[in-house]
């Protein structure tokens, strides 16, 4: 056994360590790490597979994004854990079909492969940049349709959120520059209290 297979072998195990204790653990803050370590496992498993682009996408997208996200969603928010954990028996037999289901293309995959049916295609170390050739020459139409309907996307997200509340208390800078000392403070001649 080479070294880039047992490197392989140590991260499939952390992998599924840290995936089923993303399920089984009972703190949510506790279950996103173990999920940054599950992200970061698979993305040394692509580094193995030499698609270093996927790699660092999963990376930054999931880790660096998602992962914040739903940390801050769930520090922030107080949810009551409890209530959800009661109905959680009801969830079992879907669960359970949608796990029986993906052990079984997992066991599919599993007897193609040693079957040798066909061996996967040799990675290149010019993949990053055969795949940047292919977004930004042959499509790179598409691409552009696929950024600007997410522009629009997330500028109409904004607009359909954003609302000015009536109670709140607004600062006009201008009005604030052009007070005076006479519209703000009074001076008032006191006697003193002798009679």
């Not at 990675?123 to 139409?141: F, K, M, P, Q, S």
């Not at 904004?158 to 604030?176: C, E, H, N, S, V």
């Not at 001076?187 to 003193?192: A, H, T």
């Amino acid at each position: 056994m080479n070294f880039e297979a047992v490197v392989f072998y140590a991260f499939a195990a952390i992998l599924v360590v840290a995936a089923l204790r993303v399920v089984t653990t009972r703190n949510p803050v506790h279950a996103a790490l173990w999920l940054v370590l599950a992200f970061f496992t698979a993305a040394g498993i692509w580094l193995l597979l030499r698609a270093e682009f996927l790699a660092i996408a999963l990376v930054l997208v999931y880790v660096g994004a998602v992962m914040v996200l739903f940390l801050f969603v769930v520090m922030m928010l107080d949810v009551n854990f409890d209530a959800l954990r009661m109905r959680m028996r009801s969830y079992i037999p879907v669960a359970a079909t949608v796990g029986l289901v993906i052990l079984a293309e997992m066991a599919l995959l599993l007897v193609r492969a040693t079957r040798g049916a066909g061996a996967p295609p040799e990675a290149t170390t010019e993949n990053t940049r055969a795949l940047g050739r292919l977004l930004y020459v042959d499509y790179v139409y598409p691409f552009e349709i696929a950024a600007v309907i997410l522009l629009v996307a997330i500028i109409a997200a904004i607009a359909l959120t954003f609302r000015r509340r009536r109670d709140t208390k607004y600062q006009d800078p201008g009005r604030q520059v052009k007070v005076r000392r006479e519209d703000r403070v009074r001076l008032i001649d006191l006697r003193s209290g002798k009679s």
